[in-house]
Nanobody
Framework: QLKLVESGGGLVQLGEPLRLSCAAS????????IGWFSQVPGEEREAVSC????????YYSDSVRGRFTISRDNSKNTAYLQMNGLKPEDTAVYYC?????????????????????WGQGTQVTVSS
């Protein structure tokens, strides 16, 4: 079946890094835009970052710009979110999403974008 699978979450200390992976199964990510979202239980989902299908357009939320880096490796059918300088407020479940022929255009546009595929989420916990 067609799905996205996230991995790489875990428990880290303040300032430590993590790299999240988003692997596609059953389809090729080459022509898909990728988005990363975070969600704390009981709160609304937040847009973190997105990358266009070409990789040439990348956007970050203000809260992660300069600390997180989104990337993709089409040869591995996988997208990544490198998270550096983690803070306790980054603690959340992180989800990746994908949409064909993807160009999102902005962080704000991520919320209304018609994402076709979602991963199951991976927990990131940052302790102080």
């Amino acid at each position: 079946q067609l799905k996205l699978v996230e991995s790489g979450g875990g428990l880290v200390q303040l300032g430590e890094p993590l790299r999240l992976s988003c692997a596609a199964s059953g389809f090729t990510l080459d022509y898909y835009a990728i988005g990363w979202f975070s969600q704390v239980p009981g709160e609304e989902r937040e847009a973190v970052s997105c990358i266009s299908s070409s990789g040439g357009d990348i956007y970050y939320s203000d809260s992660v710009r300069g600390r997180f880096t989104i990337s993709r490796d089409n040869s591995k059918n996988t997208a990544y979110l490198q998270m550096n300088g983690l803070k306790p407020e980054d603690t959340a479940v992180y989800y990746c999403a994908a949409e064909l022929d993807g160009y999102v255009g902005s962080i704000a546009a991520m919320f209304a974008y018609p994402w076709s595929y979602w991963g199951q989420g991976t927990q990131v916990t940052v302790s102080s």
